[in-house]
């Protein structure tokens, strides 16, 4: 018995996932020894059904792909299909696409505040950080006309306009926003008890964090000034900056705190953004069929780097269209820095990285010499029921 | 006491029928209250009894590889050592049914025959998440038990009995929560982590280990538990406010100070974070333990000065 492993599943139905994943902790008593992760329950084949449909309706499809951030997998669509077709969205555009991107960045850091103070049991922080929420989410439906999928986007501009009325809904909201969100930061960095559960918890070194190759909020709270907002300016990033938001302490602790403060950079974004919009069109013409070419867009996401590979070959169909969502590389660290931890520390790790399942699954299949490429479907579908076994 | 007298007190009242109905009183309470404090609108007033009346209902289902006769066995013996407890405690603001010297001693491992059967319970069945489940129920009540027995004792030996009903008549003049305040905080703290109650859920951390010990219960066993559970909240309640917040003598006495008594409990729960199991047992050992007993040591010197 003694040299038998205790293994605790969790997943793929567990209270503390939203979402299917199934992670195995080898436990020792209550200290975990050895951490593995499977992914894979929620595969949509997104990808492939964005190569059969023209650009109008792929960009329709990929905003699915997440239910959160679905404005940045619009927004990386239709930058990459626009550079792809040589035009540019107008100004106001892209102000609108930012404020609603930021807007967005505000409801999925709340949403995730909520999540993590459940994990650690902490309801009365998720009840509240869910009900301020509520604000931003009216403030989304103000603009878009949705709660969720937001659909402001369309190749070549945006479908939403923001008038001086929504203007100053929006205003008012980020003042009641910005109010809450110093309360949350005072409780994340205060709180005596909070902290003994995120203090010290889960801590990733800088180093780790760049062998991993974590994105997002996961790497800026480990030290590692990473962000595209940043790096690689998009919309008008480069004339309205955000700040860098870095903790050097790579604990959950540090992963709460980055978030809150990431909240206020948020809210002077839009801020100057509402208040410099810039006069004009909301949508240019962009051609139907796109001349063969290939382009790389990347986002910052709320939880990190996004990054889109789309392939034109001539039709009004994307040859090829290739999704990174930042849970990928994020989900590495959980297994590393699951171990040594105890067992009750385990949901928190987890959604520590803001993971976000059914964004990330994807099949793959690593082709050795001598082994065929093309499956048929009833090979598929043996593959698919060995895998879920 | 005639035996008819005894029967009643048995079955009807205040034991039995009505103290089940008052447990689930008690537990919609604090449910309501815990969610209101988060900003919810919290359940209706008949929630509980709807629940426990339609796990009643339900088949029970035995998974396999356990001890069908404890599995079925231990949340019958939980509820009835519950309820069995509330003989010899006032509630309601009445005199114990029953009491005889050193009654005290027996409510409190009466009370402890519930997590006892729970953490059984959970080592019975094979689901991964019970045994875990169990391993902390069972490693709590080993944290908590002895401050919360000292804390219990100090009332008891400023009364000069181990007789519930002696000590709360002695109570009645004396608000030993004054005299005693550090020995009122490790009892109420101590009730919590009795009852499991955040931040003392770990052994039922829905995050990490499903339903804890009562994982693979379902039917009457949960429904049994989760009864037995609300009359340990009244019991519990009913022996703190009795020892320290000036005895319970009248009924009107019994419901204000257990309700408010509840009402602390209920914040305490919204605002805590819930502690990891080696946190707790550190509380109560590093804290609670010590705490208890320099109270009791400052009370035995206090006796023997005094006397």
């Given at each position: ?46 990808e492939?059904?964005a190569e059969?449909?023209?650009f109008v309706?792929a960009e329709?499809l990929v905003e699915?792909i ?6 940045v997998h619009a927004t990386a669509f239709c930058l990459g299909v626009e550079k792809l077709a040589g035009v540019e969205a ?7 696409r ?55 986007n369309?190749l070549g ?71 595209i907002?940043?790096?690689a300016?998009y919309l ?50 962009i051609?139907?069929?796109i001349?063969?070419a290939e382009t790389i867009s990347r986002i ?6 996004l990054f889109y590979f789309i392939k034109s ?5 994307a040859e090829r269209v290739k999704v990174r ?65 | ?307």
């Amino acid at each position: 018995m003694a040299t038998e492993k205790f293994i605790i599943p969790i997943g793929p139905q567990h209270p503390a996932l939203k979402e299917p994943g199934h992670f195995e902790f080898d436990v020792d008593g209550e200290v975990v020894t050895a951490a593995s992760v499977r992914l894979g329950y929620v595969h949509r084949g997104i990808e492939k059904g964005a190569e059969t449909r023209n650009f109008v309706q792929a960009e329709y499809l990929v905003e699915r792909i997440c239910g959160i951030c679905s404005h940045v997998h619009a927004t990386a669509f239709c930058l990459g299909v626009e550079k792809l077709a040589g035009v540019e969205a107008p100004p106001r555009a892209q102000a609108i696409r930012q404020i609603v991107a930021e807007l967005e960045r505000i409801h999925s850091h709340m949403l995730w505040i909520g999540v993590a103070a459940h994990e650690a049991g902490f309801d009365t922080l998720f009840m509240y950080s869910w009900r301020d929420r509520e604000t931003v989410m009216n403030l989304l439906e103000g603009i878009t006309g949705n709660r969720v999928n937001y659909s402001a986007n369309v190749l070549g501009g945006v479908k939403c306009d923001i008038g001086p009325e929504q203007i100053d809904a929006i205003l008012a909201g980020l003042e009641f926003l910005e109010e809450r969100t110093r309360h949350y930061l005072d409780v994340v960095s205060n709180d005596a008890l909070f902290l003994r559960r995120t203090r010290g918890i889960g801590v990733m070194t800088r180093d780790e964090a760049e062998r991993l190759g974590v994105v997002g909020p996961t790497a800026r709270a480990s030290g590692v000034p990473r962000d595209i907002r940043i790096d690689a300016p998009y919309l008008l990033y480069k004339e309205f900056p955000v700040e860098l938001i870095v903790e050097e302490a790579g604990d959950l602790e540090a992963r709460f705190k980055v978030r809150v403060r990431e909240l206020f950079e948020s809210y002077r974004v839009i801020r100057a953004l509402l208040a410099n919009l810039p006069e004009g069109d909301l949508t240019t013409r962009i051609p139907r069929r796109i001349k063969p070419a290939e382009t790389i867009s990347r986002i910052e996401a709320p939880r990190g780097e996004l990054f889109y590979f789309i392939k034109s070959n001539g039709t009004d169909m994307a040859e090829r269209v290739k999704v990174r969502t930042p849970t990928l590389p994020n989900m590495a660290s959980v297994v590393v820095t699951a171990v040594g931890h105890q067992l009750a520390d385990m949901p928190m790790i987890l959604a520590g990285i803001d993971p976000c399942f059914s964004c990330n699954d994807r099949m793959t299949v690593v082709r050795r010499n001598g082994e065929r490429q093309s499956w048929t479907w009833e090979q598929l579908r043996q593959y698919g029921i060995e895998w879920y076994r | 006491m005639s035996t008819i007298t005894a029967l009643i007190a048995l079955l009807f009242f205040p034991g039995g029928l009505v103290i089940l109905l008052a447990g689930m009183a008690y537990e919609w309470a604090d449910r309501k209250l815990v969610a209101r404090f988060q900003n919810r609108i919290g359940p209706r007033w008949f929630q509980p009894l709807a629940d426990n009346l339609k796990l009643l209902a339900k088949e029970e289902v035995i998974p396999q590889g356990v001890h069908r006769g404890l599995f079925v066995a231990l949340p019958v013996i939980a509820l009835s050592g519950a309820l069995t407890a509330v003989l010899y405690v006032p509630v309601f603001g009445l005199a114990p049914s029953f009491s005889f010297a050193g009654d005290l001693i027996v409510t409190i491992y009466l009370l402890s025959l519930l997590t006892m059967c729970t953490g059984l319970a959970g080592a019975n069945t094979l689901n991964r998440f019970s045994l875990v489940g169990a391993t902390r129920t069972l490693t709590q009540m080993f944290s908590y038990e002895a401050p919360f027995l000292l804390a219990l004792l100090g009332p008891a030996l400023a009364a000069g009995s181990w007789q519930i009903s002696e000590i709360a008549a002695y109570a009645e003049d004396h608000w030993l929560v004054l005299a005693q305040p550090i020995g009122f905080i490790v009892a109420l703290i101590g009730l919590m982590g009795k009852l499991e109650l955040p931040p003392f859920d770990a052994p039922e951390a829905e995050t990490e280990i499903v339903a804890g010990p009562l994982t693979e219960y379902s039917g009457r066993g949960l429904a049994l538990f989760h009864l037995g559970k609300g009359v340990e909240l009244i019991v519990g309640l009913t022996l703190v406010s009795a020892l320290y917040l000036g005895g319970v003598a009248n009924p009107i006495a019994f419901f204000v100070k257990t309700l408010l008594l509840l009402v602390v409990l209920a914040g305490l729960q919204s605002l805590l974070a819930r502690l990891r199991i080696d946190q707790t047992v550190g509380l109560w050992w590093r804290y609670g333990a010590i705490l208890g007993l320099v109270q009791f040591l400052v009370l035995i010197a206090w006796e023997g000065l005094v006397a």
